[in-house]
């Protein structure tokens, strides 16, 4: 290649030369253009990690407000229980209470009843003791 150069006119050579520049400059300006698409390459793969990790941290929020939620669940589920309890016994004991007061009534009823029954039977002996006096004298 060498020789044939040597036998190349100067203007051919000068041609080369300008045809090799051209070329050089056509080359730089498509490596240009793909150092650029590699980085914008490179940024959509940087973004995408980045969305991938909001996704993975919003994943987590949603996890642990999911977490919140059946913790407050329970809790709520353990008060009811709790009160259903605390409500059950509280009835039990006004039954208790009103079967107690019911039969204290019923004792003192029963109690005034033959305390008034006695009374009548006194009052009757009494009228029956009066009027045999009264058809004595």
Same mark, same amino acid.
């Given at each position: 290649m060498d020789k044939e150069l040597r036998k190349m006119k100067r203007?051919?050579? +000068?041609? %080369?030369?300008?045809? #090799? !520049?051209h070329k050089i400059e056509r080359l730089e300006q498509e490596l240009k253009i793909c150092n650029q698409e590699l980085a914008n390459r490179q940024i959509q793969i940087? !973004? =995408?990690?980045? %969305?991938?990790?909001a996704s993975l941290a919003l994943n987590?929020?949603? @996890?642990? =407000? #999911?977490? =919140?939620?059946? $913790?407050?669940?329970? !809790?709520? *589920?353990?008060?009811?229980?709790?009160?259903?309890?605390?409500c059950v016994e509280l009835e039990r004991q006004t039954k208790e209470?009103?079967?107690?007061?019911? +039969?204290?009534? /019923?004792?003192?009823?029963?109690a005034y009843? @033959? $305390?008034? !029954? /006695? *009374?009548?039977?006194? +009052? +009757?002996q009494e009228t029956e003791g009066l009027r045999e006096l009264l058809s004595l004298g």
């Open positions: 203007s051919d050579l +000068l041609d %080369i030369l300008v045809q #090799q !520049n940087d !973004n =995408a990690g980045s %969305i991938a990790d987590g929020i949603f @996890e642990a =407000a #999911q977490a =919140a939620c059946q $913790q407050y669940m329970d !809790n709520v *589920k353990r008060r009811s229980d709790q009160q259903e309890q605390i209470q009103c079967e107690r007061m019911l +039969l204290d009534a /019923q004792r003192q009823a029963d009843w @033959e $305390q008034t !029954n /006695q *009374k009548i039977q006194q +009052l +009757l």
